[in-house]
C-alpha cells in the first residue's frame, strides 16, 4: 500500500496546523496530558472507523442525504466510546464534559470522510482516517505537554518540577498561569504553526 | 428576570462560546477573511442556534432525560435515555438546518443568496451542538433560561466572528514574518483577543 497516506497527514498535510481542522476540541482539553492522550484516542478510533463504515457503503448511499448518514454513523461511534469512557475511565470523562459528544461535530471526520473515504475502498480509508486521527493527537500532546509542564509543573499527574525550586518553599519558581488559560492554547498553536512553516518553506502563505 | 438578562450578559462576554470555549473554531477561522461574510455567518449561527436549542430542550426534558418518559405512562418512570443524546439532537440540529434552509429559499430568495452557502456548514458547527449540550450538562431549568442562553451564546459567537474579520482585513497591510503569515498569525491574534475577553471574567448583574 502507499506509504503516503499514513506519512502526510502526520506532518505536511496535518489535519491542525495546515489543513485547520478540529481545532474546536484540540485546544480545550489540552490543560493536562491525560485528557488530551484519552481524547487523541477517541478521535484516531472514530476518524478511522468512521472513514471505514462510510467506504463500506459509499456506493449505496444517496448523495443527497449523505451528510445525515454520516453523522449518524459518526454519532454511533462516539455513543459507544462515550459509553466505554464513563464505564473504564469516568474521571477523564467528566474532565472532557461535552467534547466528547463534540467530536461528532469535529470536522476532521467530516473531512476524511468527504475528501477520501467516499471515493475510495475501505482498507485505505481505514488507514488514512487513523493517520489523520495520530496526526491530530500528536499536536494535541505536544500543547499538552507544555501546557501541564509549564502550568502545573507536572507531566500526566506527576510532578516533575521539584518542589524545593517553588518561592513557598524558599526557591525561585513559580508555575505560570498563564498556560492554563484558553488563550494560551491559541498562542502555542500559533507558535507550532510557524516553527513548522519555518521549515518547510511550501506551506507559507502570500 | 433578573437571572435570565444575567444569563445572557454572562453567555455573550463571559463564557464566550469561542473565546473560554473553542466551539465553532473550524469556521470562524475559515470564513473570517471578510467582515461582510463573517457577518452572514454570525447572523446564520444566531438564528440556527435560537432555533434548535429550544427544540433540543423540549426533547431532552420530555423524552431523554431520566423518568421523562413518565408522563406517556407511568411504567416508563425508571428509563433513562440519556445516553441517546447525542444521536438525537445532531439529528434535530442537521434536518433543522435543512428545513430552515428550504424555507428561506422559498420565502426569501436574496437571504437565502447571501447566507446560502453557510447554511450547511452550520449543521456541522461545533457551536451549534455545543450549545444544546452545554444546555443538557448545565441543566437549564425553564424553556426561557434555553431560548436566553441560545440567544446570547449566538450573539457572542457572532460579535467575535466579526471582530476578527475586521482585524484580519487590516492585518492584510502588515509586515508579518513569512512562516506567519496567514494562518499563524490569525491563531496568536485570537489568543490576543481571548486575552481581551478574560476581563468579564467575574462581572455579575
Partial sequence: ?206 | MQDLVNLFVKSIFVENMVFAYFLGMCSFLAVSKSVKTATGLGIAVIFVLVVTLPVNYLIYKYVLTAGALAWLDPSFADLDLNFLSFIIFIAVVASIVQLVEMIVEKFSPSLYNSLGIFLPLIAVNCAILGGSLFMQERGYETLGQATTYALGSGIGWALAIVSLAAIREKLKYSNIPAPLRGLGITFIVVGLMGIAFMSFMGIKL
Avoid: H
Fill in chain 1, 1 to 206: 500500500m502507499d506509504k503516503k497516506i499514513f506519512i502526510e497527514p502526520i506532518f505536511l498535510k496535518n489535519p491542525i496546523t495546515v489543513l485547520v481542522l478540529g481545532i474546536c476540541s484540540a485546544l480545550a482539553v489540552t490543560t493536562k496530558l491525560e485528557p488530551a492522550i484519552v481524547m487523541a484516542l477517541s478521535v484516531t478510533i472514530v476518524t478511522g472507523f468512521s472513514s471505514f463504515i462510510i467506504s463500506l457503503i459509499r456506493n449505496t448511499i444517496p448523495n443527497r442525504i449523505r451528510i445525515i448518514v454520516q453523522l449518524v454513523v459518526v454519532a454511533m461511534l462516539v455513543i459507544l466510546v462515550d459509553q466505554i469512557l464513563q464505564a473504564y475511565a469516568y474521571e477523564v470523562s467528566k474532565q472532557l464534559s461535552v467534547f466528547v459528544g463534540l467530536i461528532i461535530t469535529n470536522c476532521i471526520i467530516m473531512g476524511r470522510i468527504e475528501a477520501y473515504a467516499l471515493g475510495n475502498k475501505p482498507i485505505p480509508s481505514l488507514v488514512d482516517g487513523l493517520a489523520n486521527g495520530f496526526g491530530y493527537g500528536l499536536i494535541l500532546v505536544a500543547l499538552a505537554f507544555v501546557r501541564e509542564l509549564f502550568g502545573s509543573g507536572t507531566l500526566y499527574g506527576i510532578q516533575v518540577i521539584p518542589l524545593s525550586w517553588y518561592s513557598v518553599n524558599g526557591g525561585f519558581y513559580e508555575n505560570n498561569g498563564f498556560m492554563i488559560l484558553p488563550p494560551a492554547a491559541l498562542i502555542l498553536v500559533g507558535l507550532i504553526i510557524w516553527i513548522q512553516r519555518s521549515f518547510t518553506k511550501e506551506l507559507i502563505e502570500k
